[in-house]
């Protein structure tokens, strides 16, 4: 990484006031790979992927101390796509409505501006992760991340994909509990739609959520929630999700567990979807580590919902293994490959991240090997 030092003092605009010297940080990912996927009925791609191990990004991020132990600061990072040079979509307001473009570089993962104190935690507005998916990341042994990311299934709301706040939140406001409570930590948000108050639709994209654990040791476990109002028509409405995972450190492995319960109240009916998933790190040849992992989601919608062919939905259930392996050249470069295999049942169309959608009932598969660096 790479830090500067801002050595002169900037003037306030229109007050005249000086601001105390703070330090800025320039940070990235850069993670790109040889990618093959198949969904049998669908086709196949070969590809140059892109954030097999780690999401690429570039970010900056600063504080400034105001003494007393308050410190002021801010964090903006943005999704890269170095396989073509653009950026990631956004979303401005938590709906399909503010769904943004692909192509031009966006602060789409964090965009907040904080107060922090030692003693009394930390305030944040802005754009951030909400508290469930800081579960998915802590918790899956693929980091969220790759064709073998439990994401396959658990990002999974009333179809296949992510709702637009499966991921991140817009318009946000979180508190974050300080550290030294002895190994519990936590935080809660709010986020809301901004919809004009006379809109039939004024409460969607309006959520609120919350995360708690506790750390000791070799142990980390933690719960989450969020809630989004969204108005209910055939495709989206009110949607849960929570979910609690945990890792334990027994030296000659790290063991992952998450659990993920989704509901999406649709007029016809809700989707539930319920996920678990298990997995281990295995250290190997001394900088290396082998990473494991078995998921199954488990449909439990009402019977009222049905699948074009006019099954019902709840017996869409699917199954994943994913197997890889780590290589660490230095502390920021890493050489990697994974394998990973979907199993659908019923109609079920899951797909292995970058893939083709298969036929429904049918197998989606990928492998990619990459390399990611760090900066």
């Keep these: 990484m790479k830090r500067f030092l801002m050595g002169s003092a900037l003037a306030l605009a229109g007050s005249g006031a000086v601001q105390a010297q703070s330090s800025v940080t320039v940070f990235g990912v850069v993670d790109l790979g040889v990618q093959y996927t198949k969904g049998e009925g669908g086709g196949s791609v070969k590809a140059l992927s892109n954030g097999g191990l780690s999401t690429s990004r570039l970010g900056f991020r600063g504080t400034e101390d105001l003494g ?68 998915s990341i802590y918790f899956d042994p ?27 939140g817009s ?8 550290a030294g409570l002895g ?10 739609g901004e919809n004009d108050s006379t809109a039939p639709n004024r409460d969607d994209g309006n959520f609120a959520g919350a995360r708690f654990g506790f750390a000791a040791g070799a ?7 969020t809630r989004t109002h969204f108005d209910a028509t055939a495709a989206i409405g009110n949607y849960t999700h929570a979910n609690i995972g945990g890792t334990w450190d027994a030296g000659f492995a790290k063991f992952f567990a998450l659990y993920n319960k989704v509901t999406v109240k649709l007029a016809a009916g809700t989707v539930r979807k319920n996920t678990a998933e298990i997995g281990a790190h295995i250290p190997a040849f001394e900088v290396g580590r082998i990473r494991l992992s078995y998921a199954y989601l488990d449909d439990r919608s009402d019977e009222s919902l049905r699948n074009a062919n006019g099954m019902p939905r709840n017996r869409d259930d699917a199954r994943q293994f994913g197997i890889g392996y ?3 050249l230095s502390k920021r470069t890493a050489l990697y490959g994974t394998y990973a295999r979907l199993m659908n049942s019923g109609q079920a169309r899951y797909v292995v991240s970058g893939g083709v959608a298969p036929a429904g009932g049918r197998r989606s598969s990928g492998w990619e090997f990459g390399v990611r660096h760090l900066f």
Excluded: C
Aim: charged share 10%.
């Design 68 to 135: 007393g132990g308050l410190r002021a600061g801010f964090w903006l990072e943005g999704s890269l796509n170095p396989d073509n040079g653009t950026g990631r979509p956004s979303n401005s307001n938590n709906q399909a409505s503010g769904a943004g473009a692909a192509g031009p570089i966006t602060f789409d993962r964090m965009s907040f501006v904080s107060l922090s104190h030692q003693k009394f935690g930390e305030l944040r507005l802005g754009r951030d992760f909400i508290p469930t998916h800081y579960n």
């Design 219 to 225: 142990f980390d476990i933690a719960a989450a929630v």
């Design 326 to 328: 780590v290589h660490n």
């Design 171 to 178: 318009n946000t406001v979180s508190y974050w509990l300080p």
């Design 183 to 192: 190994g519990f930590y936590g935080m809660a948000m709010i986020g809301t």
């Design 142 to 168: 693929f980091n969220a991340n790759g064709v073998a990311r439990a994401g396959n299934l658990t990002f999974a709301g009333a179809g296949t994909g992510p709702l637009p706040t499966g991921i991140t």
